[in-house]
């Protein structure tokens, strides 16, 4: 079935250092690809999303270009900031096979130190 | 506008009672889905409800059931409570039945089962 992997944490990163957060998936149709980051205590929330090959998601600094060639979605963001602290979601949503929910993947756990 | 609600955000109980998680969707949204997170890792899903009828059921036993009503709340009640049910209960609010639009998600309710 389809399943999202991601790297495995935590990541500890110091102020304004570059992040990269790898996820790959694997689908048998032709998924679209979200980012959910969950802050202390809280819910989830959409932080972007790619629904085609090539497409780019970006948010608050945040970007992921979906490869279809290697399934791959990864998380990157040129300056990371203290208030980036979270867990990092891959998630996927098949139209073919799971219509109806998302998958999502383990989690990566950051901690940004200043 | 009000985000998506849940009620309580924490509750303690005892191994064989049963419970009810309560979940307002945003104003307009159609679609309530149930997500399971357990202690370090990703959402699993449970439900989703689309028009008050159930549309998606994910790989949980008979002990968990779901409502939605009228006015697009829902409620999640799970039967003879195990101590691995213990999790952050999710609730995901969405336009339609398609989750690749992207989810809301409420802060959740916080289930410990002794």
């Known amino acids: 079935g389809d399943s999202v992997t991601q790297m495995e944490g935590p990541v500890t990163l110091s102020e304004e250092a570059f992040l990269t957060i790898n996820c790959t998936y694997t689908a048998t149709g032709y998924p679209s690809l979200f980012w959910y980051v969950q802050y202390p205590g809280e819910g989830l929330q959409l932080l972007l999303k790619?629904?085609?090959?090539?497409d780019k998601g970006s948010n608050k600094g945040f970007e992921a270009t979906y490869r279809k060639e290697t399934t791959s979605f990864h998380l990157e963001k040129g300056s990371v900031q203290v208030s980036d602290s979270a867990v990092y979601f891959c998630a996927l949503s098949d139209l073919e096979t799971s219509y109806d929910k998302v998958i999502f993947g383990p989690g990566t756990s950051l901690s940004v130190i200043p | 506008d009000a985000g998506v609600t849940q009620s309580p955000t924490h509750l303690i109980k005892t191994r064989g009672q049963q419970v009810t998680l309560r979940c307002s969707p945003i104003s307009g949204h159609k679609s309530v889905s149930w997500y399971q997170q357990v202690l370090g890792q990703g959402p699993q899903f449970i439900f989703q409800y689309y028009e008050k009828e159930e549309r998606g059921r994910g790989n949980f036993p008979d002990r968990f059931s779901a409502r939605q009503f009228p006015n697009y709340s829902s409620e999640l009640n799970v039967n003879a409570l195990l101590l691995g049910d213990s999790a952050l209960y999710l609730c995901a609010s969405s336009l339609d039945r398609r989750p690749q639009r992207g989810y809301t998600f409420g802060s959740g309710t916080r289930l410990t089962v002794v």
């Open positions: 790619a629904t085609k090959a090539d």
